[in-house]
Antibody
């Protein structure tokens, strides 16, 4: 059974760094792209970035290029999303999702990030 | 343009048919997926490749696409179908594109 289990909620201050994770199981981690999707409070879904763990190829939304870093560790089947310096506007729920031939069929449970100014 | 547009809200009476459109130039050449999201939950795929239904999704959910518009149709809408619905497709450079979402209210 395919599962994506995300790290727990985070409460941070502006300017702090953060790395959240998405641990995959039930399939070959290196064979599928993984995406990160942001959902700000009361708003819609926004694609941020995608990574292919097989060769670490990455794609970023122009809206998020330079603001976050996506990465993956094949040895532990885990994808990451990282910020160097958080802003209050980064407060949101963040989802990881696996891309397959059907699309984004499998999603993580979400990681809530709260950033205070 | 890469963007796709959905109406912010749609209302339907129980047992009636709800239709949610998603329009954008990029849909002329790409497939559409649809996701259902209930409050406090992760999105759930209800339609992929324009009109295919994942296992476990009720038959009352169907999808279609014509030209630059994809449509999600829910026949015999039930109260449990009240949720936000998002279309998703692909833009240039294989960028992922989400619609803004449609809040379906079952009155």
């Amino acid at each position: 059974e395919v599962q994506l289990v995300q790290s727990g909620p985070e409460v941070k201050k502006s300017g702090e760094s953060l790395k959240i994770s998405c641990k995959a199981s039930g399939y070959t981690f290196t064979s599928n792209w993984i995406a990160w999707v942001r959902q700000m409070p009361g708003k819609g879904l926004e694609w941020m970035a995608t990574i292919y763990p097989g060769d670490s190829d990455t794609k970023y939304s122009p809206s998020f290029q330079g603001q976050v870093t996506i990465s993956a560790d094949k040895s532990i089947s885990t994808a990451y999303l990282q910020w160097r310096s958080l802003k209050a506007t980064d407060t949101a729920m963040y989802y990881c999702a696996r891309l397959d031939s059907r699309g984004f069929q499998y999603w993580g449970q979400g990681t809530l990030v709260a950033v205070s100014s | 343009s890469n963007g796709v547009t959905q109406p912010p809200s749609v209302s339907v009476s129980p047992g009636q048919t709800a239709s949610i459109p998603c329009s954008g130039d990029t849909l002329e050449n790409t497939n559409a997926c649809w996701f259902q999201q209930k409050p406090g939950q992760s999105p759930v795929m209800v339609i992929y490749q324009n009109n295919r239904r994942p296992s476990g999704i009720p038959e009352r959910f169907s999808g279609s696409k014509s030209g630059n518009t994809a449509t999600l149709t829910i026949s015999g809408t039930q109260a449990i179908d009240e949720a936000a619905y998002y279309c998703q497709t692909w833009g240039s450079n294989t960028d992922v594109v989400f619609g803004g979402g449609t809040k379906l209210t079952v009155l």
